[in-house]
T-cell receptor, first 112, second 114 residues
Framework: DSGVTQTPKHLITATGQRVTLRCSPRSGDLSVYWYQQSLDQGLQFLIQ???????AKGNILERFSAQQFPDLHSELNLSSLELGDSALYFC???????????FGPGTRLTVL | DQQVKQNSPSLSVQEGRISILNCDYTNSMFDYFLWYKKYPAEGPTFLISISSIKDKNEDGRFTVFLNKSAKHLSLHIVPSQPGDSAVYFC?????????????FGPGTSLSVIP
């Protein structure tokens, strides 16, 4: 158990819909990272938050947004969903030393 | 354009033998490399890393070798155990950056046969 939790585990929705994925980092970790893993591909970095503020942006679509709340949990919002958004979405957290990332179990999103 | 490649999608090895997982990269700015292991229904977990100033790093049964001139690294698992069956991701980070710039390979699925 990495200490990072993600909900829900699975999500099935239709094209055009909007969903919210939730991540709780390890206790005390200030940084949260979101990744997307599409079929047979490596994890693609989407966005990073540090202590409530956006720190870095990767290949994140404009239809996607995220935030980190005062209690340090983070949410990834995906809107106007398309079939190609079907993927595993992972979040990870790091501590202040930034030495190692700890990943959550992921949310599997299926867009029909 | 994949900057980190793992050309073997899968690998089968007999228990007790050596498993060798390979990774190639194209960006010479990468200077920190990591291997992650992922079991089904779990997130990746960090396994071992190597900085570009080294050519070998060892941790128990796991050794990572880095050949900078060939832009190639490999993970050796000796001896392989059934519990090592998982997907292994190679990842690379460019110099003077951090995890927001990490590039992952597509993964190699290792099966260790008892």
């Amino acid at each position: 158990d990495s200490g990072v939790t993600q909900t829900p585990k699975h999500l099935i929705t239709a094209t055009g819909q909007r969903v919210t994925l939730r991540c709780s980092p390890r206790s005390g970790d200030l940084s949260v990272y979101w990744y997307q893993q599409s079929l047979d591909q490596g994890l693609q970095f989407l966005i990073q938050y540090y202590n409530g503020e956006e720190r870095a942006k990767g290949n994140i679509l404009e239809r996607f947004s995220a935030q980190q709340f005062p209690d340090l949990h983070s949410e990834l919002n995906l809107s106007s969903l398309e079939l190609g958004d079907s993927a595993l979405y992972f979040c990870a957290s790091t501590g202040q030393g930034n030495n190692e990332q700890f990943f959550g179990p992921g949310t599997r999103l299926t867009v029909l | 354009d994949q900057q980190v490649k793992q050309n073997s999608p899968s690998l089968s090895v007999q228990e007790g033998r050596i498993s060798i997982l390979n990774c190639d990269y194209t960006n010479s700015m990468f200077d920190y490399f990591l291997w992650y292991k992922k079991y089904p229904a779990e997130g990746p977990t960090f396994l071992i890393s190597i900085s570009s100033i080294k050519d070998k790093n060892e941790d128990g049964r796991f050794t990572v070798f880095l050949n900078k001139s060939a832009k190639h690294l490999s993970l050796h698992i000796v001896p392989s155990q059934p519990g090592d069956s998982a997907v292994y991701f190679c990842a690379a980070i460019p110099m003077k950056t951090s995890y927001d710039k990490v590039i992952f390979g597509p993964g190699t699925s290792l099966s260790v046969i008892p």
